[in-house]
């Protein structure tokens, strides 16, 4: 199974960018997609119905804001939304699709804000995403977590961390939140392959040219937990793949 996971920065700006042929090149068994700012009444046909593919949407309440997608070969067992908190649902922030024992979760985590203004809202998001994945593990259900996690979690994540270790996305308490969340468990696939492997990123602001120059920060991941781990026979980023400000990540399992 080939599972890739890509934050489009909005599933209608993106479609304009070659999206959908980028998407029958890649021919993922499962994408996940965040951000995708727009609701379902809201997409054409293309998008709506992609050929081989069944579509799973999670909007956001507030229009043209956060969002998850899950495009899937496979006809889900079941699909499932949210964490149980009421903030995070109504921004859409989760979308899982279950086959067999396996889930393949969609997630946008919260953005901690300048000075932290929802750092405490991103950190309750983190222990309860954490907690209902390790609440189906202990279920004897498989996970594969994709999303824009929004956590650079090491130094060796961001290019110049001595700048940010006051700035959104590396404050040391949500970096600790990370920590927990993988200790509870769970594998960040592609530091466990390659775990001295520099100037790696999925994100490059906008400004100042920082995705010519490689000045970004890898905030985009796939986990899996530990029993899992095993089958993962490979796992990417794709850095020269354009349309938004991220780009996508992948693992495929035996």
Known sequence: MKVVTWNVNGI??????????????????VLCLQEIKAK??????????VKDYHA???????PGYSGT?????????EIWTGIGDKTADSEGRVV???????????????????????LDFKIGFVDKITKKLKGLVAKKQDIVLTGDYN??????????????????GFFPSEREAMTRFLKAGFVDCFRQANPK????????S????????????????CNVNTSLHARVKRNWISPDVMGSDHCPVGIELK
């Open 12 to 29: 209608r700006a993106v479609q304009k960018k070659g999206f959908l042929k980028w998407f029958e090149k890649e021919k993922p068994d």
């Open 40 to 49: 379902p009444e809201q997409l054409d046909e293309f998008l709506l119905k």
């Open 56 to 62: 799973v949407f999670n909007s956001a309440e507030r």
């Open 69 to 77: 997608a899950i495009y899937s070969r496979e006809k889900p067992d």
């Open 96 to 118: 899982g699709v279950k086959f067999g024992n396996l889930h393949v979760i969609s997630a946008y985590f919260p953005n901690s804000q300048p000075e932290g203004v929802r």
């Open 151 to 168: 956590i650079a979690h090491h130094e060796i994540d961001l290019a110049r961390p001595d700048d940010n270790h006051e700035s959104p």
């Open 197 to 204: 492997k520099a100037e790696q990123y999925t994100w490059w």
């Open 206 to 221: 906008f400004r100042t040219a920082a995705r010519e120059r490689n000045v970004g920060w890898r905030i985009d991941y």
